[in-house]
C-alpha cells in the first residue's frame, strides 16, 4: 500500500478516553505542492445527464438519467433509471424510474418524488423485477440500509440512552450494526446568535473546557465498542470500501465545533474485526479550517487517504491551493479528485457540458481515471 500519514494500529476497547490522542509532530511542516499533472481520461459517456454510480459488477453501475439527446425529465422530475457500461458506453433503459437510491446483491431501491404530494413513491425489489411500490418514502415502521440495500425495522432509540444526549447514528452494513455519536453532560453548544456589533454569529454554551463526544460501535448483538476520540471531533460519516472490507470513518472538518485548543483531528477505517487505522488530518491543512477560510472532506483509495479542502466563497486563493492532497513523505501533493470506485483504483468525474440546445438540462461528458496505474495524458 502507499505511503500513509501518520498511522496507528490498535485494537479498539472500552477503555476510557483519558488524555487527547497525540498528532505527529513530523508532519507539522508538511509544503504544499500545488502543481497537479493531469491523468489519461477515460471518457465512456457523452451527451447525457445522469446521477449516481451504483455498481452492478466491475465494468457496470445503475444511475438516474436526466437527460439525454432525446430524452429529458424536467417538468415532471422522474429520471429513467439506466445501466451504464463504461466499456462501450452502451446506455440500458431498466424500465424503472426515480432516483436510485441503492443497490446490493441484486436489491434495488429507488424514489420517486414527483410534482406532486400524491406522486412521491418509493419502489424497492429484485432488479429485473416488478418492483413493490410504497407511498412516500419507506414502508410503514420499515427503513432502508443504505449499505445493504435491505429494508429493516426502523431504528428507535434505546431506553439506555437519554434523548437529550444523542447526537447521530450511521448504519453500517446489516450484519455490522452502526456507529452512535452522544454528548456527555453539559456539553457546550455553538449557537448561531450575535455579536456586540449585532452581526450573525456562533456563540458558545457551556463550559470552555469541552470533554470529547462518545463514540460507539454498536454491533447488531447489542455490544458496543468505543471509538476514542479528542475533544472538537465528530465523526461525519460512514462509508464502506469494498476494495478495503473496512469503513471509512470521516471526521467533520469545519470550523463549526465548540472547541477553543484544538486537538489533533483523525479519519479512521473501522475493519469489522475491530481493528482502527487512525490517519492525522494534515495540520496544514487544519490549519485552514482553523482559521475559518474554509471546510475540509476526505476520500480514501488504494493510493491512501486524500484530503480535500475549499475556500468559503468570500475568500480569495492566489496560491491555489484549494483542491484534493496526499501525503508523500514532507509534502502535501496535490491530486486529481473523484468518486472512487469499487476496486479502489479507478476514479469518476464529470467532465464538460455538451452544447446542445434542445435540452432543458446540461448535458455532459463522463470520465473516469486510473491512479493505480498513473497514466497520463
Request: charged share 25%; hydrophobic share 35%; with cysteine.
Amino acid at each position: 500500500m502507499a505511503e500513509l500519514l501518520c498511522v496507528f494500529l490498535l485494537m479498539v476497547s472500552a477503555a476510557s478516553h483519558a488524555q487527547p490522542i497525540p498528532g505527529d509532530p513530523e508532519l507539522r511542516n508538511l509544503r504544499f505542492v500545488t502543481t497537479a499533472k493531469e491523468p489519461k481520461r477515460h471518457v465512456y459517456l457523452r451527451g447525457y445527464g445522469i446521477s449516481g454510480n451504483y455498481w452492478i459488477d466491475e465494468y457496470r453501475f445503475l444511475s438516474s438519467m436526466y437527460a439525454s439527446l432525446d430524452f429529458s425529465s424536467h417538468g415532471t422530475n422522474t429520471p429513467k433509471v439506466v445501466i451504464v457500461d463504461i466499456r462501450s458506453g452502451e446506455v440500458k433503459e431498466t424500465g424503472y424510474v426515480g432516483q436510485v437510491r441503492c443497490f446490493k446483491d441484486g436489491w434495488i431501491a429507488t424514489h420517486n418524488v414527483g410534482i406532486k404530494d400524491d406522486t412521491r413513491a418509493f419502489y424497492f425489489g429484485r432488479l429485473g423485477e416488478s418492483l413493490t411500490r410504497y407511498p412516500g418514502d419507506s414502508p410503514p415502521d420499515m427503513q432502508l440500509n443504505i449499505m445493504s440495500c435491505q429494508l429493516v425495522p426502523r431504528w428507535k432509540l434505546p431506553t439506555d440512552i437519554p434523548r437529550e444526549r444523542f447526537v447521530t447514528r450511521y448504519p453500517l452494513k446489516v450484519e455490522h450494526g452502526a456507529i452512535m455519536v452522544l454528548k456527555p453532560k453539559d456539553f457546550p453548544e455553538l449557537r448561531l446568535g450575535a455579536d456586540e456589533k449585532g452581526r450573525a454569529t456562533f456563540v458558545r454554551t457551556g463550559p470552555v473546557e469541552v470533554p470529547p463526544l462518545e463514540v460507539f460501535w454498536e454491533k447488531p448483538s447489542g455490544e458496543r465498542i468505543e471509538i476514542p476520540v479528542n475533544p472538537g471531533e465528530r465523526i461525519s460519516g460512514a462509508n464502506y470500501l469494498p476494495f478495503e472490507n473496512a469503513y471509512l470513518l470521516s471526521v467533520d472538518l469545519t470550523n463549526t465545533q465548540p472547541i477553543k485548543v484544538w486537538a489533533p483531528r483523525f479519519a479512521r477505517l473501522l475493519y469489522p474485526d475491530g481493528t482502527i487505522t487512525r490517519f492525522e488530518v494534515p495540520p496544514p491543512i487544519l490549519d485552514l479550517v482553523r482559521s475559518g477560510r474554509g471546510g475540509a472532506v476526505v476520500a480514501y483509495s488504494k493510493l491512501g487517504m486524500a484530503w480535500s479542502f475549499g475556500f468559503n466563497s468570500r475568500e480569495r486563493d492566489p496560491d491555489q491551493i484549494a483542491g484534493t492532497y496526499l501525503v508523500r513523505g514532507k509534502q502535501l501533493i496535490k491530486v486529481q479528485s473523484g468518486q472512487v470506485a469499487p476496486d479502489g483504483c479507478r476514479k469518476f468525474r464529470v467532465g464538460d457540458m455538451t452544447a446542445n440546445a434542445t435540452s432543458e438540462r446540461p448535458l455532459r461528458e463522463y470520465y473516469y481515471f486510473n491512479v493505480c496505474t498513473g497514466e497520463q495524458e
